[in-house]
C-alpha cells in the first residue's frame, strides 16, 4: 500500500460522524467570558471541518447531520478519537456527541 | 479559527439539550422552605435559558421539548455537563434529566 | 434570577414522574400490621401530591399516569430523588418505581 | 397523611407486578418431594394473592398477566421487593420473575 | 396456604421456560464418545420433561417453543434456576439457553 | 433417562447456532501463509458440520443461516461453547461469531 | 479436516464485517502530515482488501456496505480481530468501527 495522505480535504467521515478541528487552548473566548481553566488541557470547543453522510435509518434513508462545516461546537469532553495532523488537533465524533453551537 | 465566543446568547442546545442557569446557592429559596443544606454544595435547582430543537424521531420528526425559556426546573444531580462563563455556571442538560417545574 | 419557590403546590413532575410525600415513620400502620423495623429508616411508604402528564410515546401521544393525586402506594427503596421541603420528605419517582396501591 | 393500613386485602399490584405470599419453610411439599435445604433459608415457593393489571404495551393496550389469585409458584430467588405483614412474608415480584406454576 | 406439592408432573413452565431433568453423570454416554470430565461435575445434557407456552409476542401471539418433551438437549453451563425434586436434579432453563438437540 | 449419545450427526444445532469442528493446530496452514503462534493455542479455525434452522424473527419467520454444512470459518475466539467428543474439540457458535469463511 | 489456506484471496468477511490490510508503521504519511507517534505502534489506518454483504435488515433485506475495497481507511484502536498473514497484519473490523476515508 502506497503512503497515506491524512489531510483535512481528503478525510471523509462516515455515517453520523463530524470531524471537528479542536479549538487551541491559547486563542482566548472573546467578551470577557471564558472557559474555566480545565477546558485549557481538555479542550471542549471547535470548529466542523467535515460532516459524514449521516446515520442510516433501518428503511435505508438517512438521518441528514444537523450541524455543518465552520459551525463552532461545544462537545462532550472525552468523546470520539483524537487525531493529529501536524501540530493540529482533531477529534472524529459521532454527531450525538455534539452538546450545541456556540456561535 | 478566530476566538470563539461563549455566551448565553450565542449557544444553541442541539437535539434534546436544554441550556440551564444554575441557580447560585445564596438565593434562598422564599415561603420558608428550603434545600437541604447538601443542595448549597451541589445546586440542582436552575432557570432555562435556551431549548433544543427536540430530540429526532425515527420517521423525521422531532418531539417538541416541554419545558420553555424561562422555566425554573429542578433537575437530577450529577447529569449534564458543567460550564461556566465568567462567574455564571450552567450546565447542559438532556430534557429526560429534568424532574420538574418548580415554579 | 430571583429566589426559587419550591412548594408542593408549585412543583410540577415532568414526563412519567411522581411527586410523593413519604410517611414519616412514627405514622404507625394501623390494623396491627406492621411494616418491619427498617421500614422505619428507610421508609418506602408515601402518598402521591402531584403526576406528571405521563411518558410520551413514539407517535407523540402519552401514556396516562395511572395512579393520581391523594394514592398511598408503596415504591422501591433507593428509586427516586429525595426532596426536603420544610421538615417534610418527598421523592419525585418514575411511575415504574411505584410497586403497588396500598390503601 | 394518616397512617397507612397495610393489608394483603387493599394492596393493589401495580404494572405487571404480583403479590405473593411466602411459602413458610416448616410447610413440608407432599408427596415424599422435598426442597433442598437452602430452599428453607430462601424460600422460593408462594402463593399469588393479588396481580396487577399487566404490563401496558406500546400501543396503550395491557399484556394479561398469565397467573391468577390462588396459583402457587415457583420463583426467582432474589427477584421482587420483600414485605412483611406481621408475622407474615410477601413479596411483590414482576410477573417474569415466576417461572413456573406448581400445582 | 397447604402444603405446596413440587413433583415433576405438577410443575408448569411459564413462558418461554422449559423444565429439564438433569442427567446423572454416571449415565455414561454411549458409543465411545465422552463428555469432557469436567462435565460430569457440572452436568450440561438434560431430557425435557415440561415446556411453557412460549415467550408472548407484542401484538400478543406466541413463539411456540421448538423443542418439546422427551427431547435431550445440551444447555449452558450456570443457565437457569436449578431445582431438587427427591434425588433427581431439574433446572428451569430458558428456551434461549438450550443449545442443541443430541438425540 | 437412558444414556446419551452425543456424536456429530445426532446434534442438531438450535436457532441461529452453528455446530464448527476445531482445526487441530499441527494442522498446518497451506501456501507458506500462517496463523500467528497464539492461534495454535487457542484455535479459531474450524469447519461447519451442523447449522441450525436460524434465528426465528419477530413475525415468526426465520433468518436462514449464511454458513452452510463444510465451510471453513474464522471465529471469534472466545465465543460460544467448548464440547470435546473423544478426542475432537468441536464448538457451538452463534452465527455472529463468525467473522469470515476462509475457503 | 484438509489444512485450512488462510489468504487474501480466499477470505470472505460475513455480514457487515470488513477485511483491512493494516498500514505498516514505516509507510510514512505524505504531505508533511504525520500521524502522532504512538500511531506507530497501534495502527489505525489501512486498506480494505473485502467487504462483507452487509448487515441483514429485519425485513431480510441488507444495507450494502458503504466503503469498497482499495479505500484507505481510519479505523479505531482496539476495534476487531487482528490477523497476521506471513509478515503482513490485517483486521477484520466491523463497518460501524470504520471512522473515515482517508484518501
Given at each position: 500500500m502506497?503512503?497515506?495522505?491524512?489531510?483535512?480535504?481528503t478525510?471523509?467521515?462516515?455515517?453520523?460522524?463530524?470531524f471537528?478541528?479542536?479549538?487551541?487552548?491559547?486563542?482566548?473566548?472573546a467578551g470577557?467570558?471564558?472557559?474555566?481553566?480545565?477546558?485549557?488541557?481538555k479542550?471542549?470547543?471547535?470548529?466542523?471541518?467535515a460532516?459524514?453522510?449521516g446515520?442510516?435509518n433501518?428503511?435505508?434513508?438517512?438521518?441528514?447531520?444537523e450541524?455543518?462545516?465552520?459551525?463552532?461546537?461545544?462537545?462532550?469532553?472525552?468523546?470520539?478519537?483524537?487525531?493529529?495532523l501536524?501540530?493540529?488537533?482533531?477529534?472524529?465524533?459521532?454527531?450525538?456527541d455534539?452538546?450545541a453551537?456556540?456561535s
Amino acid at each position: 500500500m502506497a503512503a497515506v495522505t491524512l489531510s483535512v480535504s481528503t478525510l471523509k467521515p462516515l455515517g453520523d460522524r463530524v470531524f471537528v478541528k479542536v479549538s487551541a487552548a491559547e486563542e482566548k473566548t472573546a467578551g470577557g467570558i471564558l472557559l474555566p481553566d480545565n477546558a485549557k488541557e481538555k479542550p471542549q470547543v471547535g470548529e466542523i471541518v467535515a460532516v459524514g453522510p449521516g446515520k442510516r435509518n433501518d428503511d435505508g434513508s438517512r438521518s441528514e447531520i444537523e450541524v455543518k462545516e465552520g459551525d463552532k461546537v461545544l462537545y462532550s469532553k472525552y468523546a470520539g478519537t483524537d487525531i493529529k495532523l501536524g501540530t493540529d488537533e482533531y477529534v472524529l465524533l459521532s454527531e450525538k456527541d455534539i452538546l450545541a453551537i456556540v456561535s
